[in-house]
């Protein structure tokens, strides 16, 4: 199956710095990638839907100003949590869809662990 | 609205067979996905399921009833690293996916 990448794996950082998670397609052209934060012992929530070159659409209660996300090419999305608050330590995921492969596959990255200090 | 209700925790034997239980709600479907998730990992792909009936894949079957907005996960011959947390999720006429809370499951030896 396509191969998704997330880097870095984990990342601790101090509160009011900004951190930058990138999501790769290696193997295919991801015409849609998908941002995710699940926090310990609850579902995967959706935060954002990227296409690219066009702006992401984030879901009700996200934040577009403090988690930026661009999806410049086909094979990279990044999210930028900005001016990051402890509260915002969880686990993100991303998971990223091409035409080729069809609208119901959706292929997820090792996901990013961000510690907010 | 959009729901999708899973237990929360279930515990089985190693050897055994479990079925874990999805029912949903959702507008527009493009079918059923299961998801397996361990601790600390993103999660991976198990099925999917469009239309209803079964669809077996090793250990590992799922069914689907649209009319009743249900679908299971069965999974035979338990082994220890089953142990995981098991995640349905519904696609929308979005395409996008709908996630239940998942089912932790527990395989005792």
């Known amino acids: 199956g396509a191969v998704v990448s997330q880097h870095p794996s984990w990342v601790i950082c101090k509160s009011g710095t900004s951190v930058k998670i990138e999501c790769r397609s290696l193997?295919?052209?991801?015409?849609?990638m998908f941002w995710y934060r699940q926090f310990p012992k609850q579902s995967l929530m959706l935060m954002a839907t990227?296409?690219?070159?066009?702006?992401?659409?984030?879901e009700q209660g996200v934040e577009k100003d403090k988690f930026l996300i661009n999806h410049a090419s086909l094979t990279l999305s990044t999210l930028t949590v900005t001016s990051a608050h402890p509260e915002d330590s969880s686990f993100y995921i991303c998971?990223?869809?091409?035409?080729?492969?069809?609208?119901?596959?959706?292929?997820f990255g090792p996901g990013t662990r961000l510690t907010v200090t | 609205g959009q729901n999708i209700d899973q237990p929360t925790e279930m515990t089985a034997t190693e050897g055994a067979i479990v079925q874990i239980n999805c029912t949903y709600q959702?507008?527009?479907?493009?079918?059923l996905f299961w998801y397996q998730q361990h601790a600390g990992e993103a999660p991976t792909f198990l099925s999917y399921n469009v239309l209803d009936g079964l669809e077996e894949k090793g250990r590992f079957s799922s069914f689907l009833s649209r009319s009743k907005g249900y679908s299971y996960l069965l999974l035979k011959e338990l082994q220890m690293k089953d142990s995981a947390s098991y995640l349905c999720?519904?696609?929308?006429?979005?395409?996008?996916?709908?996630w239940g809370a998942g089912t932790k499951l527990i395989i005792k030896p």
């Open positions: 193997d295919f052209q991801a015409t849609t």
């Open positions: 998971s990223a869809r091409g035409e080729r492969e069809g609208l119901n596959e959706q292929y």
């Open positions: 999720a519904t696609m929308d006429s979005n395409y996008q996916l709908i």
């Open positions: 959702t507008s527009g479907f493009n079918g």
């Open positions: 990227s296409n690219e070159g066009s702006k992401a659409t984030y």
